[in-house]
């Protein structure tokens, strides 16, 4: 996805320097328009529920109030749970600034293959 302004406010402040130009993210969809998501014991709940967990994710060592994913959003965190900047950080993520969806997993070299959606 192309980041949105609030996540490239957060790069900025934390980085020094905007993201680049044409510069593209891949998160974890986790949750959709209307989900509510939250994060408690170490656990990403969507709608109450204890969500799957992804193989190689990490299990989130903060805690997120429960917060209703607005339309045409979506909720995405990245597998470093702890260092991602993802949406429990800058927020949801505003449909249009998807560009595609991962296919085939590279890295690291023991886990590359096709990625089951």
Sequence with gaps: FAPPPR?????????????????????????????????RDRVVYVNGAAAAGAAGA??????????????????????????SFDSHVWGALPRENVVGHVILRYWPPGRFGLVEH
């Design 7 to 39: 996540l490239a406010s957060v790069i900025l402040e934390t980085r020094g320097s905007a993201p680049k130009r044409g510069e593209l993210f891949v998160k974890r969809v986790v949750a959709g328009p209307g989900d509510v998501v939250e994060v």
């Design 58 to 83: 990490t299990a989130p060592a903060y805690t997120l109030e429960p917060r209703r994913v607005p339309p045409g959003s979506l909720f995405v965190l990245g597998d470093n749970r702890n260092r």
